[in-house]
């Protein structure tokens, strides 16, 4: 089983839609969670961070995280054509207290104009 | 001004080869890493030094070496480059371990 496991896509949403990205992961002790959006050929830039369980909402984003399923989502309001890339969720390794980062493969989005 | 930045950006060299990429943030962060993202894309932690002081070190292989002079820098030396060390090596700072995560660039090294 992966660490942190997300659908590779690509998902493909019509212009103004709502993108709804999933991604769930393994270790019980995570505690930070990450989404980060990397165009091709660029480096990944920080979307959201979400710590507690529940709903963060930060313009057209809203990211969701429930413990108990272990699962972390993101929305993505009103999808613009400037959405289309991949979006990587992360989890904090639980027990290391060293910061380190689990990567999931990360979801290929593509909205249609 | 940019924030993490890493030279060089392209890297072509051939089996073999010695060679450094290096790192500098600005942000007064405490925490830098190092990561590996492959052609499939996965982007896997290597290394993180907190305050100069090694905190992660991922099984890479020892032709691998981070150093941090100060705690704005973080270089990275590879010594007898391999066609499997082919990637692209992002550098990220955080202002404390668990915090939000900001990535350099990239360099694409490549193999020849």
């Known amino acids: 089983q992966k660490e942190v496991e997300q659908n590779s896509g690509p998902l493909s949403v019509p212009e103004g839609a709502i993108a709804s990205l999933n991604c769930t992961y393994s270790?019980?002790?995570?505690?930070?969670f990450f989404w980060y959006r990397q165009y091709s050929g660029k480096s990944p830039e920080l979307i959201m961070s979400?710590?507690?369980?529940g709903d963060k909402e930060d313009g057209r984003f809203t990211a969701q995280l429930n413990k108990a399923s272990q699962y972390v989502s993101l929305l993505i309001r009103d999808s613009q054509p400037s959405d289309s890339a991949t979006y990587l969720c992360a989890a904090e390794h639980g027990s290391s207290n060293t910061g380190k980062l689990i990567f999931g493969q990360g979801t290929t989005l593509q909205v249609k104009p | 001004d940019t924030a993490v930045s890493q030279t060089p950006k392209y890297l072509v060299t051939q089996m073999g080869n010695d060679k450094s990429i290096k790192c500098e943030q600005n942000l007064g962060h405490d925490t830098m890493y190092w990561y590996k993202q492959d052609s499939k894309k996965f982007l896997k932690i290597m290394f993180s030094y907190n305050n100069k002081e090694l905190i992660i070190n991922e099984t890479v292989p020892n032709r691998f070496s981070p150093k941090s002079p100060d705690k704005a820098h973080l270089n990275l030396h590879i010594n007898s480059l391999e066609l499997g060390d082919s990637a692209v090596y992002f550098c990220?700072?955080?202002?404390?371990?668990?915090?939000?995560?900001?990535f350099g660039d990239g360099t694409r090294l490549s193999i020849l």
């Open positions: 990220a700072s955080s202002q404390a371990r668990g915090q939000p995560q900001h």
């Open positions: 979400i710590y507690s369980n």
């Open positions: 270790d019980r002790g995570s505690q930070s």
